[in-house]
Protein backbone atom coordinates (compact mmCIF):
# COMPACT_ATOMS: atom_id res chain seq x y z
CA UNK A 1 0.00 0.00 0.00
CA UNK A 2 0.94 2.98 -0.75
CA UNK A 3 1.05 7.09 1.17
CA UNK A 4 -1.69 8.18 -1.06
CA UNK A 5 -3.82 4.60 -0.28
CA UNK A 6 -2.64 5.02 3.42
CA UNK A 7 -4.18 8.51 3.63
CA UNK A 8 -7.49 7.15 1.85
CA UNK A 9 -7.76 4.59 4.36
CA UNK A 10 -7.19 6.33 7.49
CA UNK A 11 -9.60 9.29 5.53
CA UNK A 12 -12.45 6.21 5.70
CA UNK A 13 -11.72 5.38 8.76
CA UNK A 14 -12.10 8.75 10.71
CA UNK A 15 -14.70 10.25 8.25
CA UNK A 16 -16.42 7.57 6.26
CA UNK A 17 -16.80 8.25 2.92
CA UNK A 18 -14.22 7.72 -0.18
CA UNK A 19 -11.64 9.80 -0.87
CA UNK A 20 -10.39 10.80 -4.46
CA UNK A 21 -6.14 12.53 -4.32
CA UNK A 22 -6.47 16.05 -5.83
CA UNK A 23 -3.68 17.14 -5.61
CA UNK A 24 -0.20 17.82 -3.17
CA UNK A 25 0.60 21.11 -1.70
CA UNK A 26 4.12 22.40 -0.08
CA UNK A 27 2.98 23.91 3.31
CA UNK A 28 5.42 26.18 5.13
CA UNK A 29 3.90 27.14 8.53
CA UNK A 30 5.87 30.03 10.63
CA UNK A 31 5.73 31.39 14.18
CA UNK A 32 7.13 34.83 14.89
CA UNK A 33 9.25 34.23 12.03
CA UNK A 34 10.63 30.87 12.47
CA UNK A 35 9.74 27.48 10.83
CA UNK A 36 7.41 25.40 13.14
CA UNK A 37 6.01 23.01 10.45
CA UNK A 38 7.33 22.08 6.59
CA UNK A 39 5.78 19.48 4.69
CA UNK A 40 2.93 17.59 2.01
CA UNK A 41 -0.41 18.29 2.52
CA UNK A 42 -2.57 15.61 0.12
CA UNK A 43 -6.01 17.16 -1.08
CA UNK A 44 -8.64 14.82 -1.37
CA UNK A 45 -12.06 15.15 -2.71
CA UNK A 46 -14.62 13.61 0.04
CA UNK A 47 -17.49 11.18 -1.19
CA UNK A 48 -20.35 10.13 0.89
CA UNK A 49 -20.01 12.17 3.47
CA UNK A 50 -23.18 14.50 5.00
CA UNK A 51 -21.37 17.67 5.57
CA UNK A 52 -17.85 18.02 4.04
CA UNK A 53 -16.41 17.25 0.22
CA UNK A 54 -13.25 17.69 0.80
CA UNK A 55 -10.26 17.10 3.14
CA UNK A 56 -7.38 17.34 3.57
CA UNK A 57 -4.63 14.92 5.20
CA UNK A 58 -1.09 14.25 6.02
CA UNK A 59 1.22 12.06 7.65
CA UNK A 60 4.14 12.51 10.70
CA UNK A 61 5.78 10.63 12.59
CA UNK A 62 5.13 9.94 16.31
CA UNK A 63 5.82 8.46 19.69
CA UNK A 64 2.47 6.64 19.35
CA UNK A 65 2.40 4.55 16.66
CA UNK A 66 -1.66 4.55 16.57
CA UNK A 67 -1.66 7.93 15.73
CA UNK A 68 0.77 8.89 12.98
CA UNK A 69 -2.42 10.59 10.44
CA UNK A 70 -3.50 13.82 10.36
CA UNK A 71 -6.81 14.73 8.94
Request: aromatic fraction near 10%.
Amino acid sequence: MNYIEELRVAIRYLHGGEATHVESVPVKETFQGKTVWEGIVEVFDLHGHPEANRVYAWAHATDDRSTQVGT
